[in-house]
């Protein structure tokens, strides 16, 4: 993991929200506690200080899943009228930092306090046992059974079959790319839906894949430098789409690719509309969504109206927990593409295509 300094130029440019530091373990940061005092007033007996944030490798800024759980903490914060604490990831961490952090969160009476990313499977198992009147969230893991833990989990290969369906059908060579950032379960979820979807276009189209590291400690979610290289490679061995589901080592993937002038395709957030990538936007073909901000809403959502959540709670094509961002004007001229992608979607919905997870 990493210190905020060491931040990209276009990472820092994201994070527009006022901070300050916090003096207890995690080296974190807050944003809206001075909110909390009017919140058990306001939700009709809604008893917490607000939500308690703690983020993945990566951090806020990285344009895609932190980001992305970010706008669903800040969504909440508004509509609710509640404080709030999101907690960056730190250096080199161990499970018991990450226990110290959500300990923390929950002494503090954050409810929900929720952890970004599956890293925090172990800390989440623990500390809920500890505080079983506190709701808490695990995104990207499904292992923890307690009566006060949502396991926020996601069809990840559908999103990706759409991304592959998009990237075959745009590709003028044939010749396509996936690059995960860390070779884990869950990213090859990424790409075997990647690689299906583009299949069911081409039987015989070819696919670049590669993954950045063999572990997160490495940087596989947290070096743009490590896309870059990476998509650098791939380009230059032909193909001419790239779909990445790398975090923040994802924005080198985009920046090269439109110094190549190929295509990229976003993962996570819908990374055309992120101001940072602005200057690159051009070449996102689209975005594989996922709805980690929708997930962090409908939990916050849930506790404030004292009907938690908790058990697994799945985002699919049918619930909008996945999907496929059009919003690039260049993509929506592509009928042809649009059709193919729009249709591939139904028919996923209408259990006539069943997606790969390996």
């Not at 005092?37 to 200080?49: A, I, L, N, R």
């Not at 999101?86 to 929950?106: F, H, M």
């Not at 800390?123 to 949502?150: H, L, R, S």
């Not at 690689?195 to 894949?209: D, R």
Request: some cysteine.
């Amino acid at each position: 993991m990493r210190l905020i300094s060491r931040r990209t130029r276009f990472s820092r440019a994201a994070v527009t929200v006022a901070v300050v530091a916090l003096a207890a373990a995690g080296c974190g940061k807050s944003s809206t506690d001075s909110k909390s005092s009017d919140s058990e007033s306001s939700s009709g007996g809604y008893s917490g200080k607000g939500i308690g944030l703690a983020y993945d490798i990566g951090g806020k800024g990285d344009q895609s899943f932190n980001d992305a759980a970010y706008a669903g903490f800040q969504k909440a914060e508004k509509e609710f009228k509640i404080g709030g604490q999101d907690i960056e990831p730190q250096d080199g961490e161990s499970d018991a930092d990450k226990v110290q952090r959500l300990t923390q969160l929950a002494q503090a009476g954050y409810n929900p306090v929720i952890g970004v990313g599956f890293a925090y499977a172990p800390a989440v198992k623990e500390v809920a046992a500890k505080f079983p009147k506190i709701t808490f969230g695990i995104i990207d893991d499904e292992q923890i059974q307690a009566k006060n833990v949502a396991d926020m989990v996601f069809h990840e290969e559908q999103a990706s079959y759409l991304a592959g369906v998009a990237a075959a059908k745009a590709s003028k060579k044939a010749h396509i790319g996936f690059i995960g950032g860390v070779d884990i379960p869950l990213i090859h979820k990424f790409e075997a839906g990647y690689v299906q979807g583009a299949k069911s276009v081409n039987p015989n189209i070819k696919v670049e894949s590669q993954y950045l590291t063999e572990t997160a400690q490495e940087g596989g979610f947290s070096s743009p430098d490590k896309g870059k290289d990476a998509a650098s490679g791939q380009i230059e061995a032909g193909a001419d789409v790239i779909y990445h589901a790398a975090g923040l080592s994802g924005q080198g993937v985009i920046t090269e690719a439109a110094a190549k002038k190929v295509w990229a395709i976003g993962v996570d957030s819908d990374q055309y509309s992120q101001s940072a990538l602005a200057a690159y936007k051009d070449y996102i073909l689209g975005s594989a969504l996922k709805n980690v901000g929708g997930a962090v809403y409908d939990l916050v959502k849930s506790v404030h109206a004292g009907k938690p959540l908790s058990g697994v709670v799945r985002g699919s094509l049918s619930n909008d927990g996945v999907g496929f961002a059009d919003t690039n004007p260049k993509y929506k001229a592509m009928t042809d593409v649009v059709a193919a992608v729009d249709k591939a979607k139904q028919d996923i919905i209408d259990g006539k295509i069943t997606v790969n997870t390996k």
